[in-house]
């Protein structure tokens, strides 16, 4: 079943007109909720970043713990999960800005790393914001040859994306 502006105006207990004065329709309405999400894990990811001196764990920790976020959370999974692909993909603007949303968090945390000279210094934030999604999607979605636990998951991304990011 499709949710309508309908469905969304007798849960909030308005008429349709007044939701149409706040969003356009139901996409915008959609939209906003998983951009809310996004915006309430960043938070998250922020303070259990906070913890960490060392970029290379911190990039390590913060792409599992989104892993653990995104399966957990069920606004979070419209935006990666693979059996709901379809209805983020009809939702115009999603893909771009989840990407604008990750780059500005990941700005920051992006120069920071550079001028501690943990981070290479030719990195752009935005480019590595899309690189990271594109990461935790693939992670995400494809089973690969064989199911990997949170473990295994870790020692990959150490292996293979910390050396290519982290200076040493």
């Keep these: 079943m499709k949710t309508t502006v309908e ?4 849960a909030a207990g308005v008429s349709r007109a007044t939701v149409y004065r706040y969003a356009a329709g139901r996409d915008e309405l959609i939209l906003g909720v998983l951009l809310r999400s996004a915006d309430r894990f960043f938070d998250r990811l922020g303070r259990r970043l906070g913890r960490s001196d060392d970029f290379g764990e911190a990039l390590v920790e913060g792409i599992v713990y989104a ?14 999960a ?3 692909a379809g ?8 893909a771009e ?35 990271l999604i594109r990461v935790i999607l693939s ?13 295994q998951i870790r020692s990959l991304l150490y292996e293979f994306v910390v050396p290519a990011l982290v200076v040493r």
């Excluded at 892993?67 to 990666?80: I, K």
């Excluded at 992670?139 to 473990?151: F, H, I, K, M, N």
């Design 7 to 10: 469905d969304i105006a007798a």
């Design 67 to 80: 892993l653990d976020q995104v399966r957990a959370d069920e606004n979070l999974a419209l935006l990666f």
């Design 82 to 84: 693979p059996e709901v």
């Design 87 to 94: 209805v983020t993909g009809s939702i115009a603007g999603a």
């Design 97 to 131: 800005a989840l990407f604008r949303r990750s780059a500005e968090y990941l700005e920051p945390l992006v120069r920071a790393a550079q001028q501690a000279g943990q981070l290479r210094q030719d990195i752009d934030a935005g480019e590595l914001a899309e690189w």
């Design 139 to 151: 992670l995400l979605t494809v089973q690969g040859p064989r199911p990997r636990s949170r473990a």
